[in-house]
């Protein structure tokens, strides 16, 4: 399964602006047909792809402003896989969780991202894979389906029948949890066990993989095999599903060599749905206020932060950061895809220049993929899912000695970020 905008990590903004020199590098969409869970995709023009994805101030891609953050997310949530070494992908493709990547169409960028104009579209790479055949409608039964045992939350076990399935393509909850709903569009971590149903070989999973992690992916936008992405849509978070996916719900008729799957082979899934998140969500809890010396920041809900600068203070001269609400969760690692909010100010005068919440569109990068600015990979690398930290900035790990739209060269930058979940995703 595989998704991006700018941001305020690293130095420019992707948008529709002039590109500048990128530091990510784009996995061609080709790979991860060929080598993970992307389902093929039809050719789009370059020209297209550039008009649909927005720039975010966190990226380290810049591309004209669509907003003044111009992060290299897709706001509607059109994820891509992002911002790692294709050659590196496609074996974690292959051999762990990332072999559930989405194919995002405009991939995570971090905050402050610069871009290259000699980067390769990943729908044009795409151009020469075979069209997906329809999806078939889903249904909560068939004439045989495989047992499964287990609880939420573990690797289940699932027993094949010694009969072929039907072809129906079947999700049956086996539980229902007491979460949110996934509705359309919204984030989900989803955890899942899977079975080729024909050779009855165990797919690779996130439990029991090692550093398994749940997938981090949009519900229901076509960037995923359907098996996947429509599947969880309409159920609850805490909820474990039987998916039964026949070849036009998962790999079609060309299959997936990589994985040793055939092109008529059905498979099986359990999902255990962690989390859905809504697009414009904001962190909740008790706030620890900030240091004296540190700028003060005011919640206003879901709109964009108020955060007044400490007046005379002088620029630091190294990051520093403070957790207004402690997260539960476990802690974020390098090479994590993370879903936020945030919003970013000058600490000169706390003039915002960005802010997602304007959007109402969550962000995602890959921490340690260099997508976003140098401040916010170390910043947010080692806090807890589900805190809200703000991170003092300065130029050296933000946009140096450039200008940045409405961002001086030599600022430091003083940015509120919730980190709402995390898991197994991708930039591009």
């Known amino acids: ?28 969409a080709e790979i991860l047909t060929q080598a993970g869970w992307a389902p093929p995709t039809n050719p789009v023009s370059p020209d297209a792809k550039a008009e649909q994805a927005p720039q975010v101030f966190a990226s380290n891609q810049r591309k004209v402003p669509l907003s003044e953050a111009g992060y290299d997310e897709d706001p ?3 994820g891509r896989l992002g911002v790692i070494l294709g050659s590196v992908l496609a074996v974690l493709l292959i051999a762990s969780a990332v072999t559930m990547y989405y194919v995002n169409k405009d991939g995570d960028s971090k905050p402050a991202a610069k871009s290259d104009s000699a980067t390769a579209s990943p ?19 068939a004439k045989v389906l495989p047992t499964v045992s287990g609880d939420f939350g573990t690797k289940a076990a699932i027993t094949l029948p010694k009969d072929a399935p039907d072809g129906t393509f079947v999700v049956k909850e086996l539980s229902e949890g007491s979460g949110a709903k996934v509705d359309k569009g919204n984030w989900v971590s989803v955890d899942y066990t899977a079975m080729d149903w024909q050779t009855g070989k165990e797919i690779p999973g996130s439990y029991g993989e090692e ?11 076509g960037s995923l095999i359907a098996a996947l992405d429509n599947a969880v849509v309409g159920h ?23 994985l040793g799957i055939a092109g008529t082979d059905s498979l099986v899934f359990v999902l255990d749905i962690r989390q859905s998140t809504a697009p414009g969500a904001v962190l909740s809890g008790d ?22 600068p400490v007046p005379g203070a002088a620029d630091p001269t190294e990051l520093k950061s403070h957790v207004l609400i402690q997260g539960k969760g476990r802690k974020i690692e390098s090479g994590e895809k993370v879903l936020v909010q945030y919003t970013g100010v000058l600490y000169k005068d706390g003039k915002k220049f960005d802010s997602s919440l304007d959007r109402g569109q969550a962000f995602t990068f890959t921490t340690g993929a260099g997508s976003v600015i140098e401040g916010w990979d170390k910043g947010i690398t080692g806090q807890n899912i589900g805190s809200r930290v703000e991170l003092v900035i300065p130029a050296s790990l933000g946009y140096k000695d450039q200008a940045s739209d409405s961002i001086p060269a030599n600022s430091t930058l003083v940015f509120v970020v919730d980190i709402l979940d995390a898991g197994v995703g991708g930039d591009s």
Not at 11 to 26: F, H
């Open 1 to 28: 399964m595989s998704e991006k905008a700018s941001s305020p990590d690293e130095a420019d903004n992707t948008g529709d602006r002039p590109s500048v020199e990128r530091e990510s590098i784009v996995v061609p």
């Open 76 to 78: 509607g949530g059109v």
């Open 123 to 141: 729908s044009a790479a795409a151009s020469d894979a075979p069209t997906q055949e329809p999806v078939p409608p889903i249904k909560d039964s």
């Open 211 to 221: 550093n398994g992690k749940p997938q981090l992916y949009q519900a229901g936008n």
């Open 236 to 258: 609850k978070a805490g909820s474990r599903l039987l998916v039964v996916a026949p070849p036009g719900a998962a790999f079609g008729a060309q299959g997936n060599s990589s």
């Open 287 to 308: 706030v620890t206020p900030p240091p004296a010396d540190f700028p003060q920041v005011k919640d206003n809900g879901s709109k964009p932060a108020e955060i007044t």
